[in-house]
């Protein structure tokens, strides 16, 4: 797995020590993240990001000289980050995540406003693009800033809502189209600051989320819809600047 996921992996030895038939030996650990990595619950794809880690190694050898026991101890969490993984995917209890599980976890935050929900879904260093706007939120903090803006913008009721109808994962499951028809009323606490939909108006706008999926958190998430449909032609506009 190392081979092909780490092939330049180096590793500098910065002390040994014996005694009897125990060795152990600390080294410097480093690497580039630049093949697929094969683990059990599936495969994470290559990074490019490189890590420097210190490890240590406790071996038992037997009278031939040879190894029969090797315990090894690095911090999991901090390589995770370093080479930019979820640390999770490493934790005792961690239990394989289906597809069908994170469809259904991002429906059902989408369509009942659940903020926190939502954010549970994406990666630290995880990103939301406005498309039509350029706007970029960047960190789950930001993200989440984004979407208290967006529930607090509009108002679902009387059956208005996030209603999705095409809903479906690429073959290989990393990368996560959700489509959908957002119907609602303009609130008070609409968050452009100019050019902005008059308060208490309908609108309707179908828009398409692309979500670009990495051991089950969303790492980047690109929205697409037609800015036209709810502002004037022609009219440059941010909905959150």
């Not at 910065?14 to 993240?33: L, Q």
């Not at 980050?81 to 961690?94: E, L, V």
């Not at 406003?113 to 939502?118: A, E, L, N, S, T």
Request: net charge negative.
């Amino acid at each position: 797995m190392f081979d092909k996921a780490l092939p330049n992996l180096k590793e500098e030895v910065i002390s040994i020590i014996s005694e009897g038939d125990t060795v152990v030996c600390e080294v410097i650990e480093t690497a580039k993240f630049t093949g697929p990595m094969e683990l059990p619950n599936g495969i994470i794809e290559p990074t490019n990001k490189s890590y420097k880690l210190p490890v240590s190694s406790f071996f038992r050898i037997n009278e031939q000289g040879l190894i029969t026991e090797q315990r090894t101890y690095w911090d999991a969490a901090s390589w995770a980050r370093q080479i930019g993984i979820d640390p999770k995917i490493f934790a005792p209890n961690n239990k394989n995540i289906s597809k069908e599980d994170v469809i259904q976890e991002f429906t059902r935050c989408m369509t009942t406003d659940d903020i926190d929900g939502i954010i549970k879904l994406f990666s630290e260093d995880s990103e939301w693009v406005i498309m039509a706007t350029g706007e970029t939120f960047h960190g789950k903090e930001k993200i989440r800033e984004l979407a208290t803006r967006s529930v607090n913008a509009r108002d679902h009721t009387n059956e208005r809502g996030i209603h999705p109808y095409d809903v479906f994962f690429n073959a290989d499951e990393t990368r996560l189209c959700w489509e959908y028809i957002h119907t609602a009323i303009v609130t008070d606490d609409w968050p452009a600051s100019k050019d902005r939909p008059t308060s208490g108006s309908e609108f309707k706008l179908a828009i398409v989320l692309v979500c670009e999926i990495q051991n089950n958190k969303i790492v980047e998430l690109r929205e697409y819809f037609d800015m036209q449909t709810i502002v004037e032609p022609g009219v440059q506009h941010y909905l959150y600047s």
